[in-house]
């Protein structure tokens, strides 16, 4: 079939962000049945929605993997990325808004801002990406629209711009009204689409007194806006639009709007709120300054998700420059080979429509490239372009994983890899010591998961381990001066190289090379003067101690936190080379970090708890049983809210122990909070 050409400003490239069960699902599922998309809308508690199509989302309740969806509003075409909550699968936030353009980032009424929406918001900040605000379930009782925007600004440290006044309150909550075009807009129960009127008598005072507030803070952030409002004392209508879609285009504030996508009230204007505020690809630079969001610019896009389907191996695209035609032929700069493409496909979450080209802006499935892996660059081959992939995060939870009988050996191997290809935060290696399959992820949410995919997509009948957190090693008190002198001589050209070390452990807030050993966290510096060590066997010794850091003289534990001087060495004439180089700095490492006086860290979680205010002591007992630091505490309505640094190591099982300790009422949340030395 063919597809209809879409202006590339008439497009929008969005992520729906939030913590978990904030309504991020349910919104997505009133933005399909609204567009059209859908004719039925789907409920999570039914598993009857589109973008949760998994077997486990349905039976979980929840998002693990990032879901692509197209629809069309108002003349625009939005193409949604519906986005997990939990924090075990944070790198799939972290894959798509490397693509997206901008995004509808989701808070609960009630709970304001949590701690992973407080993480996807800050991995939103980091690629840049423009946001604007739903604050959801205003329905439900102790919701309010102030106290929700307050966190924003207090926990996000953001300039929140509310755009809209609810119109009554919790249960009673029935519409909003619109700051902007100071017009109100109400949702019969039971009714798909609103009604729209003046603001309401007994709400007329307080909407003029919120819109002057807001004219007020958008003229002190917009110079057009100031000009205006200084000359007239307010602004029009259109130039507060405006000024409000330049302040979230450049993130030195952001719109926030209101209403509960359960109920179905709201979802409109926050669909009209994406056109009018967010990005089109043409309102971002050019990739990498070179090629711009145009049809006619060389191809040029970035594979961000891969997925086996029993129909074949999909590779996820975001087209940044140029068009695509099935057959064309492309370069994987990242692997250095060229692939065909032979379909291009739209994507409906777990559905897709055949397209015959895809174009700068577009998300887009395509079939026949066979190695292409997540982060891959495709182009034109007559236009080499290579563009920073999505970076995953290192592995902290362990399990072993074998097959139960001995004949699934090899397909068990096969499933994990494939497991490995489409999910980049998940590894898989051998145990050197045991032999062991290991399989690791970014929680035990995360591996139980993985495993249930091996059991009911592949049919594996498989045995897993408790599971093992990820160590590290690091240095609390260096070494000065170590010598290490490397010689070899067996026939022939020879190897010598002499090194001088210094190394201290890494001061807090020192800019650390993240490049290397895992996450470790490495400086190396030369302060070798005279040309005694030439540059090029410099970089060598660098590598030498990047191999170095893989394992560590406590337990063989990758190593971080380490800065390393080359204050001094010697060369040889004819014996000097980069080899013998790289092996001076690695073993002139591993001895100085035998002599140093090192300590082992573990991964630690921030855990928020919300229990009923009766079992506050209970739950207080059992994390201090688990090692865990209480740094907050407040309650509301009955319900305290406790927030702990607890070992991840303490954390397996936490789950059901809490649930029983307080008779199913309580829940908690998780999010990395680094490495501390083990207790």
């Not at 070992?647 to 908690?668: I, K």
């Amino acid at each position: 079939m063919r597809t209809t050409r879409i202006a590339r400003t008439a497009v929008r490239n969005l992520g729906i962000l939030a913590h978990v069960d904030a309504g991020k699902t349910t919104l997505t599922e009133r933005f399909l049945y609204l567009t059209g998309a859908v004719h039925k809308r789907g409920e999570v508690h039914d598993g009857t929605t589109v973008t949760d199509f998994d077997p486990q989302e349905r039976d979980r309740g929840i998002t693990i993997s990032a879901a692509a969806v197209s629809c069309d509003w108002a003349g625009h075409r939005l193409n949604l990325i519906d986005t997990p909550g939990h924090v075990d699968f944070s790198d799939e936030v972290e894959r798509a808004l490397r693509v997206l353009d901008g995004a509808v980032a989701v808070f609960d009424g009630v709970a304001g801002v949590e701690p992973q929406s407080e993480s996807v918001w800050r991995q939103a900040d980091r690629h840049g990406v423009p946001r604007i605000a739903f604050v959801n379930k205003l329905d439900r009782a102790g919701a309010d629209l102030d106290t929700a925007v307050h966190s924003l600004r207090t926990r996000l440290g953001t300039v929140p711009l509310p755009v809209q006044l609810p119109i009554g309150r919790e249960a009673a909550f029935t519409g909003v009204v619109d700051l902007v075009r100071m017009r109100a807009y109400a949702w019969p129960d039971g009714a798909d689409t609103y009604t729209e009127g003046p603001v309401p008598a007994d709400l007329r005072d307080e909407a003029v007194r919120r819109r002057r507030h807001l004219t007020e803070t958008v003229a002190e952030l917009h110079a057009a806006a100031l000009e205006e409002y200084c000359e007239h004392g307010t602004l029009t209508d259109s130039t507060l639009a405006a000024a409000l879609r330049d302040l979230t285009l450049s993130g030195e504030a952001v719109v926030v709007l209101c209403g509960s996508a359960y109920r179905n009230r709201g979802i409109e204007p926050l669909l009209d709120a994406v056109v009018a505020y967010l990005p089109a690809p043409t309102d971002l630079p050019p990739v990498r300054g070179e090629h711009p969001a145009d049809p006619e610019a060389p191809f040029t896009a970035l594979a961000f998700k891969v997925s086996a389907t029993p129909t074949g191996r999909l590779t996820y695209l975001r087209v940044y420059a140029g068009t695509i035609r099935k057959g064309d032929t492309v370069l994987d700069t990242t692997a250095r080979r060229t692939e065909r493409i032979a379909r291009i496909l739209r994507v409906q979450a777990d559905r897709t429509t055949e397209a015959d080209h895809a174009e700068a802006g577009d998300i887009v499935a395509v079939v026949g490239p066979k190695t292409a892996r997540t982060g891959a660059t495709l182009c034109a081959p007559d236009a080499p372009m290579l563009l920073e992939p999505p970076v995953s995060a290192d592995p902290v939870v362990s399990v072993a994983v074998e097959a139960r009988r001995a004949l699934d050996t090899e397909r068990l191997a096969t499933a994990l890899a494939r497991l490995a290809e489409e999910d980049p935060s998940l590894v898989v290696r051998t145990d050197p010591e045991s032999g062991q399959t290991v399989l690791s992820g970014l929680g035990e949410l995360h591996l139980e998961v993985a495993v249930e995919r091996l059991r009911r997509a592949q049919g594996l009948e498989v045995t897993v381990g408790r599971p093992r957190v990820a160590y590290r090693e690091t240095v609390t008190r260096g070494v000065t001066g170590l010598a290490y002198r490397h010689v070899k001589q067996d026939g022939g050209a020879g190897q010598f190289a002499q090194v001088v070390i210094d190394v201290e452990p890494l001061e807090a807030g020192e800019e650390a090379d993240r490049q290397g050993a895992g996450t470790a966290e490495f400086v190396f510096r030369s302060a070798v003067t005279g040309g005694r060590v030439p540059q090029e066997f410099v970089r060598a010794v660098e590598a030498g101690c990047r191999d170095a850091l893989a394992e560590g003289p406590l337990g063989g534990h990758p190593v971080t936190g380490v800065r390393v001087t080359l204050t001094d060495g010697a060369t040889h004439v004819k014996d000097s080379s980069e080899l013998a180089f790289r092996a001076a700095g690695r073993f002139a490492l591993r001895e100085a970090l035998r002599t140093s006086a090192m300590t082992l860290l573990e991964p630690v979680a921030e855990v928020t708890v919300t229990v009923p205010d009766s079992a506050v002591g209970t739950v207080l007992g059992d994390l201090s049983a688990r090692r865990g630091r209480v740094t907050d505490s407040t309650t509301r309505g009955g319900t305290a809210v406790l927030t702990a640094t607890v070992p991840l190591a303490e954390l397996f099982g936490y789950a059901s122990r809490l649930r029983g300790r307080t008779q199913g009422r309580g829940t908690f949340t998780t999010r990395p909070a680094g490495y501390a030395p083990a207790g």
